[in-house]
C-alpha cells in the first residue's frame, strides 16, 4: 500500500528564506509524485508533478521538487518565500498499480512572516 | 481557477438527513473524483468516475453514493448523515482515466456541517 508523510504540519520561515517542505513516500512500483498547494478557501491547485524522466521538476511560482528514489523522498523547495507562499502544501502519490487512488499526506502549512 | 465547479459552496442539515453534491468537470475532462478533507482523515479518496462509469472506488462509506451522467457531471450522495461526516468535499476531474498521466484539477470544494 502506499503512503505519504510530511514531516513538520507547520513550517515557518521569514520572507526571502528558503522554503524547504518534506515528502517521503512508499510505492512497491515506480510513483508518480505531485504538490499540491491549499489557500484558505480555495481548492488544491497543482504546483509540480513527476513521473518519470528528470528527476528536478520545476513547478508553478518559483517552487521545485527533487525526486531521490534512495531516499523515497520527494522535497519541495523555493530560494525566496514570499508572503503570498503562506499556504497549505500537499505531497501525493500514486502508481500504476493503484487503481487511480491518489494518496495525500497530511499537509503542510507554512507560514510566511514579514 | 480550475474550472472544475461544485455546487452548493456550504450546506447546514442535521444528523439522519440526505444531501446530494454536484460537481461539474473543465470543459473537455471524463474523469471525475471525489475526496472528503477533515481534521481527523486529512484528504481521503472516496470514488471515480470516467466517461460515466465507476473505474475506481476508495474509502468511501455505503451510505454515500455517486455516480456520473452523460453530460459528464457527478452528484455524490450522502444518506443517513452523522456528525462525523462532517467535512470539506472536493471534487476534481482529469482527461484521462491514470491520475498518473493526467494530474487532477479540484473544485472549491462543498462545505458539509451536520448538526
Known amino acids: 500500500a502506499q503512503s505519504v508523510t510530511q514531516l513538520g504540519s507547520h513550517v515557518s520561515v521569514s520572507e526571502g528564506a528558503l522554503v524547504l517542505l518534506r515528502c517521503n513516500y512508499s510505492?512497491?512500483?515506480?510513483?508518480?509524485l505531485f504538490w499540491y498547494v491549499q489557500y484558505p478557501n480555495q481548492g488544491l491547485q497543482l504546483l509540480l508533478k513527476?513521473?518519470?524522466?528528470?528527476?528536478l521538476v520545476k513547478g508553478i511560482n518559483g517552487f521545485e521538487a527533487e525526486f531521490k528514489k534512495s531516499e523515497t523522498s520527494f522535497h519541495l523547495t523555493k530560494p525566496s518565500a514570499h508572503m503570498s507562499d503562506a499556504a497549505e502544501y500537499f505531497c501525493a502519490v500514486t502508481d500504476n498499480n493503484a487503481g487511480n487512488m491518489l494518496t495525500f499526506g497530511g499537509g503542510t502549512r507554512l507560514m510566511v512572516k514579514p | 481557477d480550475s474550472g472544475v465547479t461544485q455546487t452548493p459552496k456550504h450546506l447546514i442539515t442535521a444528523t439522519g438527513q440526505r444531501v446530494t453534491l454536484r460537481c461539474s468537470p473543465r470543459s473537455g475532462d471524463l474523469s471525475v473524483y471525489w475526496y472528503q478533507q477533515s481534521l481527523d482523515q486529512g484528504l481521503q479518496f472516496l470514488i471515480q468516475y470516467y466517461n460515466g462509469e465507476e473505474r475506481a472506488k476508495g474509502n468511501i462509506l455505503e451510505r454515500f453514493s455517486a455516480q456520473q451522467f452523460p453530460d459528464l457531471h457527478s452528484e455524490l450522495n450522502l444518506s443517513s448523515l452523522e456528525l462525523g461526516d462532517s467535512a470539506l468535499y472536493f471534487c476534481a476531474s482529469s482527461v484521462a482515466g491514470s491520475t498518473g498521466n493526467s494530474p487532477l484539477h479540484f473544485g472549491n470544494g462543498t462545505r458539509l456541517t451536520v448538526t
Open positions: 513527476y513521473t518519470t524522466g528528470a528527476t
Open positions: 510505492s512497491s512500483v515506480p510513483p508518480y
